[in-house]
């Protein structure tokens, strides 16, 4: 019965602590304009990279949220791009 508490205990934990750094459209966009910039290849890219990707994101991106993490979708011109955002972090699934 112990062993059982300790693992509903850390289940609990680690769920909490999921919905607590569940990432926002917010959190989202700027770290889509971070992997932009870093994409550049030179100055003037990343200065108007950075200045039109996030207007360009917050128009093309949707998001549904499941409390202890959210999946965003980019809507490009001939497809869409998932990404995960949990615990702070964002990683692609497709």
């Known amino acids: 019965m112990q062993k059982f508490l300790i693992v509903l205990v850390v289940i609990f934990v680690i769920l909490l ?14 770290w889509g304009v971070v992997e932009i910039r870093s ?14 990707a996030a207007p360009m994101l917050e128009l093309q991106t949707e998001l549904d949220d499941y409390v202890f993490f959210t999946i965003f979708t980019l809507e490009k011109s001939d497809s869409e791009v998932k990404y995960l955002g949990i615990f702070n972090s964002f990683f692609a699934l497709d």
């Not at 602590?17 to 700027?30: G, L, M, Q």
């Not at 994409?39 to 990279?49: K, P, S, T, V």
């Open 39 to 52: 994409q550049a290849e030179n100055d003037i890219e990343r200065i108007f990279g950075g200045a039109v």
């Open 17 to 30: 602590s999921a919905a607590v750094t569940n990432p926002s459209r917010e959190e989202f966009i700027n």
